[in-house]
Structures are given as C-alpha cells and as structure tokens.
C-alpha cells in the first residue's frame, strides 16, 4: 500500500469556481503534512502547511483528518494563475523524508 | 537570496555510462535531500543528508546510486552503468535544519535522459 493516495485528476474548473483535492495517508502516527503546488516541468514550492486545527491562507484553506487518515485543500474563487499540479506531502513520526502524492493537476478555465 | 541550484538542467546519455548530478543547496542549510520524479508521478525519496553524513539513503533503488556530500555543502548524485529506467527528473531540496516542521526548497532539477 503506498503511504500517500491522492486523485491524479484531472480537475478543470471555469474561474470562480471553488474545487477540492483530498489526499489519504497510510501511516497513523504520521506527523507532519504540507501541500506543495508544481507548475508544468517547474520544481515544487510550498504552498501551505497543514495543521491539526486546519488553517486558511487567503483562498486557500488545508484541513487535516487524523481519524479518517486524510488531508485537504479547498481553493475558493479559482483564478487562471491556479492551474497547476497539486502535492500533498506527508512526513511520517519515523524520519523527515517527504512522502510525496502523485499530484492533482488542475487547470482553471477562461 | 540565491535558491537551490542544480547542474545541469538537462543530461543525455547512453546506456552504460556513468553520470554525476550537482546540487548547491541554499546557504546555511544543513539538511539536503535528493529525490527522483517520473512523468505524472509525486516525487520518489532517494536519500537525506544531514551535514556531511547520509542520515538516511533508504530509497536508493538499488547499487548504481550513490550520493556524497563531503563539505556539508555542495551534494553530488551518481549514477553508474545508467540504465534506460533511470530515466526522470533529478531533484535537490535543502531544509534549514532538517526537522519534520521545515520548509524544503527545491532546486529545478536535473532532466537525465538514458538512450
């Protein structure tokens, strides 16, 4: 079972729109999450840390679910500068390597 | 500041031949790691450096991989007899300390090709 699942998509969406991407993790005692966003053959930048009691970054707001395993990323009011690939990133309690998802690809239509 | 930086960006190669990727991590951190993406995948962990030391190489696939640090700087990955699986993007990150809570830095990676 891979450690990290996440819906490879495609998600298109016309501007405005609000979208989720949710991403489920094998590993309960895993201790540290974040979402990373990668543009088109461009290296991954941090979008947002995940915290337990969820946090909110302008449109965007993460959530983490220890009971059910999972975290998400709500984008609100979608904008053409959105479209990208979507990371979800869990650290597990035995180490710092980065499990990475196979990334949600989201493109924001006119 | 200067972010990661990585060369090159682009290596072509045949099968069989040995190849060295460089990674210049961002200044002051002490904690690198290497990782390895294929098209339409997250990337994969290969190995974590803290300071001069391999803390943690458990994704290394296989012998042929081979990462060395020597100054606590300045990372390089090699790969010998590269095979045509090899094939993918080679990416550095650099983290302050190295804790579960830190930011990694990606630099813009290395694209290898193996024909």
């Known amino acids: 079972r891979k450690e990290v699942e996440q819906d490879p998509g495609p998600f298109n969406v016309p501007e405005g729109a609000t979208v989720a991407f949710n991403c489920t993790y094998s590993?309960?005692?895993?201790?540290?999450f974040f979402w990373y966003r990668q543009d088109c053959r461009k290296e991954p930048k941090l979008l947002m840390s995940?915290?337990?009691s969820g946090n909110e970054d302008g449109r965007f707001t993460a959530q983490l679910n220890r009971a059910s395993q999972y975290i998400s990323l709500l984008i609100r009011d979608s904008k053409l500068s959105d479209s990208a690939t979507y990371l979800c990133?869990?650290?597990?309690?035995?180490?710092?390597?980065?499990?990475f998802g196979t990334g949600t690809s989201l493109t924001v239509i006119p | 500041g200067a972010g990661v930086s990585q060369t090159p960006s682009n290596k072509v190669t045949e099968k069989g031949k040995y190849v060295e990727l460089r990674c210049d991590p961002i200044?002051?951190?002490?904690?690198l790691y290497w990782y390895r993406q294929s098209l339409g995948q997250g990337p994969e962990f290969l190995i974590y450096?803290?300071?001069?030391?391999?803390?943690?190489d458990s994704g290394l696939p296989n012998d042929r991989f081979f990462a060395v640090r020597p100054e606590g700087s300045v990372s390089t990955l090699k790969i010998q007899r590269t095979e045509r699986g090899d094939s993918a993007v080679y990416l550095c990150?650099?983290?302050?300390?190295?804790?579960?809570?830190?930011?990694?830095?990606f630099g813009p990676g290395t694209r290898l090709t193996v024909l």
């Open positions: 990150a650099s983290s302050l300390v190295g804790s579960s809570t830190d930011t990694q830095y």
């Open positions: 200044s002051g951190h002490t904690a």
């Open positions: 450096f803290q300071g001069t030391g391999a803390a943690d």
């Open positions: 995940v915290y337990s």
């Open positions: 990133v869990v650290i597990p309690n035995t180490g710092n390597q980065f499990y």
């Open positions: 590993n309960s005692a895993s201790q540290s």
